[in-house]
């Protein structure tokens, strides 16, 4: 097997080295150096948003997967941008998010909340399918039971 097929089967998690010196000296180190490269690395930005208490990051996909039905229809076709995701937030009156480029930053308890109105939502929705399906059962059983006495009725005529 060679590499690139190694590479594309698995789920390769890259490290990104931080080099203390452009010189690699031991026991020497360039603050600016290590700063710039933690800059650029994502790491101070993430840093940032993990202390201001965004501790749930989804990408707009995963977000509008996980919470479209509690403001769009069904059928409607969402394109995930932050527009989308802003105005699904922003119609549920929620405070405690941020918007990224790529991700949806949101506070631990707004995770919660979203989680439990997807329940309630769910659970109406398997309330309202019961009844339905119940009403169904109960509408095919009269039709069946008609049909077999019409029958019973045309055989005792024969």
């Known amino acids: 097997m060679d590499l ?3 590479v594309v089967a698995s789920n390769p998690h890259f490290i990104r080295c931080i080099k203390p010196n452009d010189q690699k ?37 995963e977000f ?5 039905m509690l403001v769009f229809a069904w059928e409607e076709t969402l ?41 309630e939502l769910t659970h109406a929705v ?7 399906r119940g009403w169904l059962g109960r509408r095919h059983y009269l039709n069946y039971c008609r049909l077999r006495s019409h029958c019973a009725v045309i055989i005792q005529k024969g």
């Open 126 to 132: 398997t309330i309202v399918q019961a009844a339905v």
């Open 25 to 61: 000296l031991p026991n020497v180190c360039n603050r600016e150096k290590i700063k710039q490269q933690l800059l650029y690395a994502g790491v101070l930005e993430t840093a940032r948003i993990r202390r201001e208490g965004y501790s749930v990051r989804l990408i707009f996909k």
């Open 79 to 119: 394109v995930p941008t932050a527009e989308t995701c802003r105005t699904l937030l922003q119609m549920l009156k929620l405070e405690g998010w941020l918007m990224g480029r790529t991700k949806v930053f949101l506070k631990y308890f707004l995770m919660d909340h979203l989680s439990k109105l997807v329940t």
């Open 4 to 6: 690139l097929t190694k």
């Open 64 to 68: 509008l997967k996980r919470y479209r």
